[in-house]
């Protein structure tokens, strides 16, 4: 039973088109996040909820809109999509208390990796 | 200059050597220090933390702060090939962000 799950795993797609990827957690934990893997590797915040509410909302261009209907969901819609926005898109989850006050451990899904073409 | 900067490596390695993996950062403020490993197509997870200045162990992995120098090591002993992986350094303040290196790609050859 997966932990933080997101769909579509895989998703290819043309400049210019809108798409979204789902994320799901069943740990109950009050806090969510979309983090940005580029080509390079190297692994940056884009937004977090907590309670559906929008805690972190790094500089990210506004086509990128988040929305959390609920705790355990967190969605990512992408409008006019642009070659650079290729990357792995992970989702994650952490509780709240320790994430203010102690060691944040979150618990990432497996990532969505999106080429655009 | 980058809050955390990380050697991409790759890093390659017999099976059974030591592994000293390092970061180094610039904010004062951050007080807990966290190892994340990633395998391929994968999700980081979380390895081991610290907390401030010190050592902890954890079966054949340490963790190593020294907040005066700004440096956070992670040595691996006998390292094994399923240690093979990309390790990803991750300090904090309190608040909710972490702030990853870029991590350091690691294979261990059989």
């Known amino acids: 039973d997966t932990a933080v799950s997101q769909t579509p795993k895989y998703l290819v797609t043309q400049m210019g088109n809108d798409k979204s990827i789902k994320c799901e957690q069943n740990?109950?934990?009050?806090?969510m996040y979309w983090y940005k893997q580029d080509s390079k590797k190297f692994l940056k915040i884009m937004f977090s909820?907590?309670?559906?509410?929008?805690?972190i909302n790094e500089t990210v261009p506004n086509r990128f809109s988040p929305k959390s209907p609920d705790k355990a969901h967190l969605n990512l819609h992408i409008n006019s999509l642009e070659l650079g926005d290729s990357a792995v898109y992970f989702c994650?989850?952490?509780?709240?208390?320790?994430?203010?006050?102690?060691?944040?451990?979150?618990?990432f899904g497996a990532g969505s990796r999106l080429t655009v073409l | 200059q980058k809050e955390v900067e990380q050697d991409p490596g790759p890093l390659s390695v017999p099976e059974g050597a030591i592994v000293s993996l390092n970061c180094t950062y610039s904010?004062?403020?951050?007080?807990?220090f966290m190892w994340y490993r990633q395998y391929s197509r994968k999700g980081p997870e979380l390895l081991m933390y610290?907390?401030?200045?010190g050592n902890k162990e954890d079966g054949r992995f340490t963790a190593q702060v020294d907040k005066s120098s700004k440096y956070i090591s992670l040595f691996i002993r006998d390292s094994q090939p399923s240690d093979s992986a990309t390790y990803l350094c991750?300090?904090?303040?309190?608040?909710?962000?972490?702030?990853f290196g870029k991590g350091t790609s690691l294979l261990v050859t059989p």
């Open positions: 994650a989850s952490s509780l709240p208390g320790l994430a203010l006050s102690g060691a944040n451990v979150l618990t």
């Open positions: 740990l109950g934990h009050d806090t």
């Open positions: 909820y907590n309670n559906k509410e929008l805690i």
């Open positions: 904010n004062s403020a951050f007080q807990y």
């Open positions: 610290t907390y401030s200045s």
């Open positions: 991750a300090p904090k303040t309190s608040g909710y962000a972490l702030n």
